[in-house]
């Protein structure tokens, strides 16, 4: 009688809900004018949404087969239920067993009492549906067309409400309903996270230009059209940013760009330094090539600074082949592509410039002159914006300004009047750098840093700029080379170059800096006879016009 009563009262809400409706249109016809509109929204929902999308999908077929399966377990229930009865009329007459009674009961209740809910639910979606639907036959397009789409998804709709029908029912149909919508471990709730995270990290792509692929003008151009989808505002204050009643917005905008592009470019060259990255690695990543370098990449289609994944693969083949400190480079840019990979999942990263990351590590380690600033300055300044490079190369210079004193802010790079980055070495600043550098400059400097100021040097040592000038700057090389000098092994060694170099002339002649000399070579070498590498006399010779050691 309760499962009679329970069925006749759901099939009844049914059609009592249905009964209205039931001569209208009851077909959806996507392909008609309507479906043009349909298949465009579709195709817009996979290309930005890409799985999330099919997941959508499959959270709906999900839906319907969680029905069937909880109309099928329900009837297999409510029977297995009915077999038992004596044993639970039983249990209710003793008087220790009546709790197995009242399991009992609420099982029965509960499933039969889903039953009229399932229904209900499902007949309000058919409805809702078939009006739309309807109304999409009669209609013009495009209003016919969005009725196709509203009638489509008004029909699975309820199938996702039935979850809700679970709390209605106990022990084994609530477990059901715990799988498929429990909020840590059900199917339904995994799939409705996961479109929100695919979405969300497609949406963040799209403002920040990375949707596809860059390196096609077909990508290129797709990027920059999901951009201004998702930022109109941001993109038209960007765009007309000198344009009055816009310049605080649009250089607002243009400052927060660039914050983000230096501060994702300093984490990708965080992530890169710990992974082995040699001085050839990261000034592969700059563009400032070698002339074997150059030769090499562009021999395998790299003509310009890395700026993907794909360009980096092929830049670490290249390498490989040169041998020597290149393959080591290579190597180690080949076995942190897995690393960049996971760390590009992150969208805010795609903000992160290859280039810049290597002109960071490069200077970090010493190895960058004014040159390579200038050189990735104006690289940058072309393809992120004058804002955008000038921050990188504030960054390199603080980065490495201890082991390279030439390239300290203020002096191993200008900009001129046209925003072009110039090598400050070769806009009269060298003479300047010389006159400061100090005992804790040179302390932990890299020689690279007097070959740097070299040409002054040669200068000064020539008379060109007087007698005392000349003097001092002998004075400099002989306490850089001295045995009691602050300065790296390596600023020694070039002062020695240089010392050697400028051999023939009163140099050691002078009773005081020959003495100095001889102290040097008896100091460092225990006596021996023997000098640094450099060019010069050999060791068993006399320095030319002096005294033998």
Known sequence: FFVTLTNDVGLSIRNLIFQPFSGLQQSIE????GGLLGIIMVGLGAVFLGWGMLSFIATALLAVLVAVLVLIIRQVLIIFLILIAPLA????????????YDLWWDFFAKALLMFPFIMAFIAVGQAFATVAATNAKSAQFPLSAIDDVLAFVAYFVPYFLLPLTFKFAGGALSSIGGFVNDRHRGAFDRLRKYRSATAADRFKRAQSQ???????????QANKLASWGTSPVANTAYKFRNTPGLKKRGYGVAASIDHAKVEQSGKLFEEINKLGYNDRAYRALTGQWSEEQKAAFNAVGITKPPTSLGDLQKVATAMKGLGGTDAIGGTAIEGSLGRLATLYQDPEMTKASIQAAGIMGLSAHGFADGNDLAGVGNDLRASGGAGFAQSVISQAQL???????????GYGVTVDKDGVFRNGMLDGRMSNVLDTFSAQDLAAAKGGAVEAVKPEILRRLDGSKGEQFQRAQRDQLFSWAGPYSQASADVKARALDIIYEKGPDDTYTRPDLVQQFQDYTRQDMAGNPQRLPGPGPEPDQPPPGGPTN
């Open 89 to 100: 009329i039983v249990a209710y007459i003793l008087p220790n067993t009546k709790k197995m």
């Open 399 to 409: 980065l490495g300004q201890r082991s390279r004193p030439d390239i300290k802010a």
């Open 30 to 33: 996507l392909g008609n004018t």
């Open 210 to 220: 990375s949707l596809w692929d860059n390196n096609s003008r077909i990508g290129k």
